[in-house]
């Protein structure tokens, strides 16, 4: 590679040991301090009424997430993890039945299928959006295949009207794993309104993050709202009678409370997180570093919401050292496919089974992206970047 010439944004001196103000990955406390006397004024009000478990405020919070989303019926759980769960409860999934899903993805996405009993069948990746690569799905479904869990990862929507028509050709049913991507759009609608289900987290760092854990169930199919609910609270409608069996996931109303409070905001901190990301679009090329590391790319008929703002990069763990010295963190999101993890190693998956995965766990580098990020910081982490990859010359 050439010796890039930057051209400097700022004309601070860079960032050294010695006078480096730690960069976080994320800084939550930046958000809160924008909204602390509505959250606390939220919080109050559920410690007044002293009703914590479901309740009116999860209520409001499902049909103000139902309309975002526009879907019939949402259903709020106490975590992503168990919205995943619970909607392969209602479609009747366990032992004998497989679904797919990727292997590059958090554990929960997998986690949820092993749980019901059925099997995990993995597939690859696309190389460029990181999302479900739909030209591998038609040879991973069998008799068996009972549903297909595409990830939005990141925040930037799976292609979904390939795997949606593959589906239903199959009759295989699309579970959303929407975790990351909270308000992003596909082909102009919601995601989690495109599958049949759409499953939510609410952990702190995801675009729209509790206090705590918290999830959502989507569902296009009206009449799933119920068996959702049921399963949630233990299979139960009257107290001490059990139609089915469930579990305990509910979503506690001070969690509800204080995500009606941020809903309102989701739209404003969207754009913020897209601003950033068109300003290290802006920094990268100023520094001629585009033809070193592969930026995150948004397809057409998408909206992306930047939950993690992922680079593909040469000699990443060095760079990733090298920046961490100076001061300036980073992620690995994820430093190993699914597929490789002893949890799963029952699944009888071995090295080099799902190549692009496993290229991308190798490359791929998270820079901060939340709403309240400077454009001064991420000019210095840029530079350190380009110091790093000059200094390999
Ligand atoms: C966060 C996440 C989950 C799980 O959500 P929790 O609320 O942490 O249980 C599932 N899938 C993906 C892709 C996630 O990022």
């Known amino acids: ?132 690569d739909h030209n591998l799905l038609g040879a991973a479904i069998t008799d068996k295949t009972r549903a297909i869990i595409p990830v939005h990862l990141f925040g930037l929507p799976a292609d979904m009207k390939p795997i949606l028509k593959i589906a239903g050709e199959r009759g295989v049913t699309v579970v959303e794993d929407a975790a990351q991507a909270i308000g992003s759009t596909y082909d102009g609608a919601q995601i989690g309104s495109l599958g049949r289900f759409g499953c939510f987290s609410f952990f702190p760092s995801k675009n729209l993050g509790c206090a705590g854990d918290g999830g959502m169930v989507t569902t296009t199919d009206e009449r799933m709202g119920d068996k959702l609910r049921l399963l949630r609270a233990h299979g139960s409608r009257e107290k001490y009678s059990y139609e089915i069996l469930g579990v305990n996931s509910r979503l506690d109303s001070l969690q509800a409370a204080i995500l009606r409070v941020k809903l309102p905001h989701l739209k404003v901190w969207e754009r913020g997180r897209r601003q950033n990301a068109e300003t290290y679009r802006e920094l990268f090329a100023n520094y001629h570093l585009e033809s070193i590391v592969t930026l995150p790319t948004t397809p057409s008929n998408c909206t992306h919401v930047y939950n993690q703002y992922v680079i593909r990069c040469p000699e990443r763990s060095k760079l990733r050292l090298y920046l961490r010295e100076r001061g300036f963190s980073t992620e690995v999101y994820y430093p190993s496919p699914l597929h490789l993890q002893p949890a799963f190693a029952y699944l009888g998956y071995s090295e080099g089974a799902f190549p692009v995965s496993e290229a991308a766990c190798r490359e791929v580098l998270a820079l901060p992206i939340y709403p309240e990020l400077t454009e001064e910081v991420q000019s210095s982490f840029v530079r350190a970047i380009s110091q790093f990859y000059q200094s390999r010359v």
């Open 1 to 132: 590679m050439g010796t890039p010439q930057p051209v400097v944004r700022d004309t601070r001196a860079p960032l050294n040991h010695a006078s480096t103000t730690p960069v976080p990955f994320l800084d939550l406390k930046a958000q809160y301090t924008t909204i602390r006397s509505e959250v606390l004024h939220a919080v109050e009000r559920v410690l007044e009424s002293q009703h914590f478990i479901l309740g009116k405020e999860v209520q409001l919070l499902e049909s103000e997430v139902a309309q975002m989303v526009g879907v019939p019926a949402a259903v709020g759980c106490a975590s992503g993890s168990d919205a995943l769960y619970l909607a392969l409860r209602a479609l009747d999934i366990g032992p004998g039945d497989e679904v797919i899903t990727v292997p590059f993805t958090f554990v929960a996405t997998a986690g949820a299928i092993a749980r019901t009993g059925a099997k995990p069948v993995f597939v690859d990746i696309d190389p460029v959006t990181y999302n479900l």
